[in-house]
Structure formats: C-alpha cells, structure tokens
C-alpha cells in the first residue's frame, strides 16, 4: 500500500488515524478510493455535502488529487470512504491495484478502537431529560446554571460507570 503523509478535505488538513488510497478494479470500471479512520465529529463534519477535493500526499513527496464523493462505511469505528472514477488506470501507477475478487483488501481498521479515538476527539451530545420530582428538588435544578448541571451530571454518571 502507498503510505499516505497527510490528508487534506477541501483545503483543510485533517487529523486520521489510519488510511489506504489505492485504484479500484471491478467489471463496471475503475475508480480511485481513498478510505480513512477519522473521528465521530470529522464523520460529522464532511458529510454534509456529497462531494469534496481531496488531497492526499503520499511519502513519496507525490499528491494526489481529485474531486471524489463520500460514502460512510459502517462499521465499529468511524470510517470515511472517498470515491472517484478513473478514466485511466495508469495515471495512478504508484497506488497499488486492488481487485473486486481479491482476498488483501486493506483493513485500515485493525488495531484501532472507538476507545482509542475518543481519546483524541470525545464527541458531545445534547440530550433533554424530562424527569418528575418534588418541587423543592425541580426549584433547586432550575437554579443550577447549564454548566453547573452537566458537571453534577458527569460526576454522578462517572461514579455509577466506575
């Protein structure tokens, strides 16, 4: 596989964790694929539109770059695939050729966990909890400031997860 040295999505470099670009051979023709492990919030972010310019540059000082579209892939971990077709195959002789029939298909996922992903980005969600209670306990909430409340939440959780 050619090793890639960054990544950039639309002019923005990104940070990954693992990747594999290489040209796609099937019946129906070849396309260029660039598949990346990226985080839930980079998932987020490039997924709003369908199409983006990529810019790979591999460690042989070379770059390529094309104009590809985005397929989430799923799975356990989050996994970007980038596609674009290829009118010529041999414009990309320095990506390996991967087959539809072939057993080595790149497992870029190996190795990593979601764990170890959301160490470097944890993701955050807003949720609403609709809860009964006293008035004195609903009064007492209702004083507490948004931070205030999320701190007491993840104290309280984190103690229940340990």
Not at 14 to 43: K, M, P, R, W
Not at 74 to 87: A, C, D, K, T, Y
């Amino acid at each position: 596989m050619a090793k890639i040295k960054s990544i950039q999505i639309d002019g923005e470099n990104i940070f990954y964790f693992n990747s594999a670009i290489y040209v796609f051979h099937a019946n129906s023709g070849c396309t260029l694929q660039l598949d990346i492990i990226v985080s839930e919030i980079t998932i987020k972010k490039y997924t709003d539109r369908e199409s983006h310019i990529i810019e790979a540059e591999l460690e042989n000082g070379s770059l390529v770059t094309s104009f590809m579209t985005v397929n989430i892939l799923p799975g356990r971990i989050p996994h970007l695939n980038f596609v674009s077709e290829v009118e010529d195959a041999d414009e990309f002789r320095e990506l390996p050729a991967v087959h539809e029939n072939d057993l080595d298909f790149p497992d870029i996922e190996q190795g990593i966990t979601l764990e170890d992903i959301r160490k470097v980005e944890m993701p955050y969600e807003k949720i609403a909890l609709k809860l009964t209670l006293p008035i004195d306990q609903a009064e007492w909430l209702q004083q507490k400031t948004k931070k205030e409340l999320n701190a007491i939440f993840k104290e309280m959780i984190e103690g229940r997860m340990k």
